[in-house]
């Protein structure tokens, strides 16, 4: 049996629902916090972006 005959489709609704859910909770989040945790949280994601074109310490 081929590797593509094995994979699972998704379903089409399943998909639309998720991704509603997601931008609705990612908002939700953002509204809940200080602008101080914001900067904080942007800040991590930003060095752990750049961390891996110079390299781990």
Known sequence: MSR???????????VALSKLGA???GKAR???LSAKER???ARLAVETRWRKYRGAK
């Not at 593509?4 to 399943?14: G, H, V, Y």
Request: charged share 35%; no cysteine; glycine share 4%.
């Open 39 to 41: 900067s904080r949280i």
């Open 30 to 32: 953002a509204a809940k």
């Open 23 to 25: 931008s609705r909770g």
């Open 4 to 14: 593509s005959t094995r994979t699972k489709k998704k379903n089409p609704a399943a």
